[in-house]
């Protein structure tokens, strides 16, 4: 079942206690004449219209976005809680109003207690419990706001129930005591400040909810998604310093505006790149976010001797690896392999290598740089062996990952062309491992592969 059919449902069954909850609340209210089991029919009539303006804003708020509502339709349910804040406020009045009149005037102040009125507040008690778990379960597993919210309001009912049923069992107890003492004085307004305590649960409600609509409809800052954005772009994108950002919600959905740090000499495919995976970092650890990158060219200061030298190289369009930067008495000697297409003739390439090391020398003011040149794409060998069927190889290198006390591959795939095979085998990620030994750990799987599988192909483990 889909996320918009389990709101759907769940705003439904709300709607449906709802309404049966309210009819009994009202008969006996009026059998008893008692304000705090009418002020609860009241609450719970409010409670049937919230419920039906939450399966209203759910249907709404579930539609796509379209060229009017370009952001979605999930304000709808902001707006819907407003409308639920003021009909509350109204019924907290009347009840107030009512409370002090009965105060005033001790000859309404009898309530015909009756054995119905317990049952109906038991029932009230046991129907909000299980309701109340029910909505922020679906919630949960749904990311509503809508229903998260009517989760919080249903649990504030079960108070008020508590309430009214105190007012009624004091009311009862009222004939047992003396006339005139002050318990009897007591137990004769138990029910009054019982309802006085459920317009005072109601104005709480209002306030959390009225704010929270009112702040959402203002846009007001999501705090808690910037400091979770904040916190991964600071540990998983380090090199890219995060400049602004903007975090709004609309509905169940949240939506960041955020621009970041580059270097300037970033070629604009690889800028592209570069947002393209701060987004999917940022969706695949905040469900329900959708985020536009802007990517700002800037000279990033504080840049180690290491950093410099990758930054240079991208200007360069070069790949590097093996940096290696050592300090002698003769000043700062740089070592790296600087990645060529593996086709490429050196004679058309000896410009730019020569300009990649005239400006590292320069900008490091380094005494010596010593370049390797490597093919970035490696050329592939011919392997003698014939490869068996697709399934028996997948099983043969399967069987050999589980002998050498690998995690199982996720994936194995193998790309031939003729005799010249390349084996990509995929394993799941191993989150315990830093940099250094999840390259070692990587290097040594290809290694053992390549001893129990000699003269195949050459294998390549990476993680999925």
């Known amino acids: 079942m889909d996320a918009d059919k389990k709101k759907s449902l769940a705003a439904v069954s709300s709607v449906i206690w709802s309404a049966l909850l309210t009819v009994m609340k009202f008969i006996v209210g009026l059998i008893t004449g008692s304000l705090g089991m009418l002020s609860e029919a009241l609450h719970s009539g409010l409670d049937l219209l919230a419920a039906l303006g939450t399966l209203f804003a759910v249907r709404i708020a579930a539609r796509p976005a379209d060229d009017d509502h370009p952001y979605g339709h999930g304000k709808i349910e902001n707006l819907t809680a407003l409308g639920e804040t003021l009909l509350l406020l109204v019924t907290a009045g009347w009840v ?24 109906v507040i038991a029932v009230s008690l046991v129907v909000d419990v299980n309701r109340a778990a029910m909505l922020r379960r679906v919630a949960k597993e749904t990311k509503s706001a809508a229903l998260e919210a009517d989760a919080a309001h249903f649990a504030t009912d079960i108070w008020s129930s508590a309430a ?21 004085w007591l137990l ?41 954005i904040r916190e991964l772009m600071k ?27 580059a270097p300037k000499e970033l070629h604009v495919d690889t800028a592209h790149e570069i947002a393209d995976a701060i987004e999917a970092l940022l969706a695949d650890s905040i469900p329900g976010l ?28 070069f790949g590097v ?49 010593v370049v390797h040149v490597e093919p970035d794409v490696r050329e592939l060998r011919h392997y003698p062996a014939e490869l068996p069927s697709s399934e ?11 002998e050498i006390g690998a995690p199982l591959p996720d994936t194995i795939d193998t790309y031939c062309c003729d005799d010249r095979r390349l ?40 993680y999925s």
């Open 96 to 119: 107030i109003t009512e409370a002090i009149e009965r105060l005033m005037n001790p000859e309404s102040l009898h309530v015909e207690t009756s054995v119905w009125a317990f049952i």
């Open 392 to 402: 028996v190889w997948k099983e043969r290198v399967r069987r050999v990952m589980i």
């Open 164 to 184: 009214v049923l105190l007012g009624i069992t004091g009311a009862a107890l009222a004939g047992m005591t003396v006339e005139g003492s002050w318990l009897h």
């Open 423 to 462: 084996c990509i085998v995929s394993i799941p990620a191993e989150p315990r491992l830093n940099v250094s030994e999840s390259h070692l750990r990587l290097k040594q799987l290809e290694e053992k592969l390549s001893a129990r599988l000699p003269d195949t192909a050459r294998f390549i483990v990476a």
């Open 321 to 369: 690896h093996g940096l290696v930067l050592h300090d002698t008495p003769e000043g700062l000697i740089v070592f790296t392999d600087l990645e060529l297409p593996g086709d490429a003739v050196m004679g058309a390439w000896s410009v730019p290598i020569q300009a990649f090391r005239s400006e590292v020398r320069r900008r490091l003011q380094a005494a010596r740089v």
């Open 290 to 317: 959708e985020t536009m990158v802007h990517i700002q060219p800037m000279e990033l200061e504080n840049l180690t001797p290491n950093m410099l030298v990758r930054q240079i190289a991208l200007a360069h369009r």
């Open 235 to 261: 540990d998983r994108m380090p090199a890219y310093p995060l400049i602004s950002l903007r975090v709004r919600e609309v509905g169940n959905r949240a939506y960041a505006d955020m621009c970041v740090g």
């Open 188 to 228: 004769m307004r138990a029910d009054v400040f019982a309802s006085l305590i459920v317009a005072l649960l109601i104005l709480h409600i209002c306030k959390d909810l009225g704010m929270q609509a009112i702040n959402n409809l203002m846009d007001k800052a999501n705090g808690e998604a910037a400091g979770k």
